[in-house]
């Protein structure tokens, strides 16, 4: 076959070709998706063989690994005792204040607004019961100044609302500090009206009193009838 017959074919092909591009399918026909076949057998990019990992094959034995060394250990100082050689603490550590051993509760003396600056007497075991008015709604409320244990201990706080209920925002309540007496002798108890950001200085109201704690008289023991 020369060299033109060649051309010529290729010429008629090409033209075949283009034409069947630019006739439209019929109607009802589908259009055919040319699809990408993969085969499963096709070899990778990298046609050199993988080589064994020595450290994957090598088989690993865990049943002497709790007798190992601890890489992370800190190791105690030469000098260190032993644990079991180490003394039990019994007694109190220095700055430690002793639990105070509080007497049996046997009566309450209650203290108002109105015992601002005077002298109250209770008895060894009383509770001291402070009840002022307050607001904490707004960031007031009562509190202690300068209050050591001494012849009173603290007891308690609460808040009581007015009429029952909860305490609403703006409405006043009770601040109930309680105190207990628990050994005879004199103290002077002071209280604030502050928020807590503010200093005492800042407070708004100040509220004392002297409080006079005495031993109760013993009972008289009942005579016994013949």
Not at 31 to 58: H, R
Not at 90 to 107: F, I, K, Q
Not at 150 to 156: E, L, Y
Not at 217 to 224: G, I, N, R
């Amino acid at each position: 076959m020369n060299r033109f017959v060649r051309i010529a074919i290729f010429l008629s092909a090409a033209s075949l070709l283009y034409a069947q591009e630019q006739t439209p399918p019929p109607a009802g026909a589908r259009e055919s998706i040319p699809v990408l076949e993969i085969s499963a057998d096709e070899t990778s990019v990298t046609n050199q063989p993988t080589k064994p990992n020595p450290k994957l094959n090598k088989e690993v034995d865990l049943t002497g690994a709790s007798d190992a060394a601890d890489p992370f250990a800190i190791e105690p100082p030469a000098d260190a005792p032993a644990p079991e050689a180490i003394p039990e603490i019994t007694t109190p550590l220095p700055g430690e204040e002793e639990a105070h051993s509080l007497p049996p509760v046997n009566g309450t003396v209650d203290v108002s607004a109105k015992d601002n600056t005077q002298i109250i007497s209770a008895q060894v075991g009383n509770l001291i019961r402070i009840t002022l008015e307050s607001n904490p709604s707004t960031g007031y409320n009562w509190e202690l100044h300068n209050f050591k244990f001494g012849p009173a201990v603290f007891h308690s706080s609460e808040l009581i609302p007015r009429k029952g209920g909860n305490v609403l925002f703006g409405a006043p309540g009770d601040t109930v500090i309680t105190l207990q007496a628990v050994e005879p002798g004199s103290q002077n108890i002071e209280l604030i009206y502050r928020r807590p950001w503010e200093t005492v200085d800042e407070s708004t109201a100040r509220f004392a009193f002297q409080l006079d704690v005495k031993t109760p008289a013993p009972s008289p023991t009942p005579s016994s009838t013949p």
